[in-house]
């Protein structure tokens, strides 16, 4: 079964071709760093328009790159939520439009449980049951899932995402646009010595906050500034990023040992921070942890992980309605299974 995917949520627009729900067969991405770069951060507007400008050239590009005519698509699936509400309008009018000349079902994803399906391109012998911890600049979220399609949420972000603080820390910083990249690059030339926030307010739950730690660094670059003093950027890098992936850590880990689930797998764009990578992959070995996530290409937004979702999400469902409407604020709270297992 082939699938077009569409994804459209926030500053790249992506169309993919997807086979049956593992293998792709074209991914491509148009992103809009350099529109969105001098200010700093992304422009709901300007995105929705760069979304409008390029999207059926690149649906055009996706069927030439996997050599696909457009009767030989089975499936069309869309994000619909959540993200920015005019980019999520244009993916998801361009794919009910597609469904409708082709003839051809179609299925509305959310972004986030897209997010994780994006493992399940990248490893064949992924399988349910598994912990996935998804991290980006919209969502930081721990859930369980039993089998496909069915979810129990651990846990998630009371405030910034993750990915959401990496940006503005860096934007304090001095450093590009995005944010992530480049403190994860300037970290690596640092030392983790300092200490940002002395406890973690949200130990002993899955839940997450990030915006005490953000906070601290706007307050101790302020107060440096003020008094003259050289900022150790590196250093500052260095600590906050330490801190961050020892909270996201902790959470992750005593999921697993409180469910005795085996698997995990992180998802979202700062699934790319290579320290986050590299203490995780050193923890799972040491507790006998299966440990599974994307290539750096399917870490950030993609459309190949909207249409391997849409694929399972088809089996499972079947269609969605062509009056679905896009919802920015979208919850990820899919009914938990039957057989779930409880932490």
Known sequence: MLCLGVETSCD???I?????????????IWS?????????????ELAARCHLEVISRLTAEALAEAAVAPEEIDLV??????????????GLSMAKALSLAWQVPFVGVNHVEGHIYANFLAHPDLEPPL???TVSGGHTQLVMMPEHGHYQLLGETRDDAAGEAFDKVARVLGLGYPGGPHLDRLAQTGQPTLTLVQHDA???????SFSGLKTAVVNLVHNLRQKGEPVPVADVAAS???????????RAFRALAETKVKTLVLSGGVA??????ARFAAEAEARGIKLYYPPLALCTDNAAMIAACGYFQWLREGPSPLDLAANPRLRFEPPPAASEMTS
């Open 131 to 133: 912990i996935c911890l």
């Open 272 to 277: 790319a921070n290579s320290e986050l990578r």
């Open 32 to 44: 809009q760093i350099d529109q969105h770069q001098k200010f700093g951060g992304v422009v709901p």
């Open 16 to 28: 993919a071709l997807v086979e049956d729900g593992r293998k792709i067969r074209s991914n491509l």
């Open 202 to 208: 949200l130990a002993g739950t899955y839940d997450f």
């Open 77 to 90: 699936a869309a994000t619909y939520g959540p993200g920015l509400i005019g980019g999520l309008l244009v």
């Open 240 to 250: 906050f990023q330490r801190q961050v992936v020892t909270i996201l850590l902790d």
């Open 12 to 14: 790249e627009t992506a």
